[in-house]
């Protein structure tokens, strides 16, 4: 019987020029879909609040269950990795998470909430750490890949200064080695062009240096794979396309799926750019039944796209407000797995 310590690493995640790998085979192997090329590509979904809690007790009862009146995080991840082998089983192949979470309120202009898996001073909680671990052993054990997300506007300023902030960055990196995980890839920062970041290291200008700084990083000869992404419709800077080793792009607020393709195309057109694979890992516009929409646009590109489902504040609805059903409950779900499984032929 093998211990669960010898059973991690089972899936690995690489990149050859524009295309994923799992295991050293092409992503999706052989696959096309009304003509377009889906072998490397990596379908994805926004799930950031997988490992979420909340340790401001004048807001922690806004996310409490509706069967029994409280908030438990452990139920949270319980439920999210219970759901986790139905989303596999239609053809998902990654998912984000996030050490800070996104909005569970799914947009919001102010974060009274606190949902940290860093202290003031950069170390790493945990009680956090527990619940990403259950979360990505069963994502190796699974054959997916997770993209772990570790900074997040509106909770960035609750690292003390920016010698925080950097060593939050080596502390998560070393402990996503430590722990042997080969599926894992991270994201820097959610959207690092956004006005509301405190620390002048998580913004465009100098997010390359922590983008370096986790390349740098290695144990037994592997280091993680890292990008950052930036708001929707924003193209990422020179330096950040450079740096990364693969392209973020987010399709919030582009309601025209030719500007989805618009984005790609710069991307590949700019000077700095050599191959490599550039992914949607943010859009909340969807349209499975319609002939041309946002998710179909990238993928005609060869970009990968992903999946925002902010929801309602109701545990029957997305995939980001809280509490979430993390199972596939409701048609826009069902809507977007059924789309993936035509889409990768995982029916």
């Known amino acids: 019987m093998f211990s669960q310590r010898a059973r991690v690493g089972r899936t690995v995640v690489s990149i050859k020029d524009d295309a994923f790998y799992l295991n050293g085979r092409r992503t999706y192997e052989n696959r096309t879909w009304q003509g377009y090329k889906i072998q490397g590509l990596l379908m994805n979904g926004r799930m950031v ?4 809690d909340d340790h401001n007790p004048e807001t922690r009862q806004r996310w409490k269950y509706p069967d029994t009146g409280t ?19 239609k053809g998902l ?11 569970p309120e799914g947009y919001s202009k102010e974060q009274p909430w606190e949902n940290n ?12 750490l527990n619940r990403l671990k259950r979360i990505l052993d069963k994502a190796d054990a699974l054959g997916m890949t997770v993209m772990v997300g570790f900074y997040y506007f509106g909770q960035d300023e609750r690292l003390q200064d920016e010698a925080a902030v950097i060593r939050g960055v080596d502390n998560a990196t070393n402990w996503l080695l430590k722990q042997g995980y080969r599926h894992v890839m991270v994201e820097i920062n959610n959207e690092c062009n956004h006005n509301t970041y405190n620390h002048a290291i998580l913004r ?7 983008i370096k700084r986790v390349k740098q990083k290695t144990r037994q000869g592997r280091r993680l794979l890292v990008s950052t ?3 929707g419709g924003a193209l990422p800077t020179d330096a950040v396309i450079q740096n990364s080793d693969f392209v973020l792009l987010h399709g919030n607020g582009v309601s025209d799926p030719a500007r989805i393709t618009d984005l790609v195309r710069q991307v590949r057109q700019r000077p700095v750019y050599s191959p490599k694979p550039i992914l949607y890992n943010e859009d909340d516009h ?4 319609q002939p041309q929409n946002n998710c179909r646009a990238a993928i005609s590109e060869y970009c990968s796209w992903g999946y925002f489902d902010p929801g309602k504040n109701n545990y029957q609805d997305g995939y980001q407000s809280m509490p979430v059903d993390w199972h596939i409950n409701t048609p826009l779900k069902t809507a977007f797995f ?4 035509e889409i990768t032929g995982t029916r």
């Open 338 to 341: 059924n789309y993936v499984a």
């Open 204 to 210: 465009p200008e100098r997010v390359p240096e922590l």
């Open 286 to 289: 969807f349209n499975f039944d």
């Open 229 to 231: 992404s930036f708001t």
């Open 93 to 103: 192949l990654n998912f984000t998470i996030n050490l800070q979470g996104g909005s």
């Open 117 to 128: 898996a860093f202290a003031p001073d950069g170390a790493l909680k945990p009680a956090y």
């Open 71 to 89: 908030w438990d995080p452990e139920r949270n991840t319980n439920e999210f990795i219970a759901a986790m082998p139905a989303w596999r089983q």
């Open 49 to 52: 609040q997988g490992i979420f």
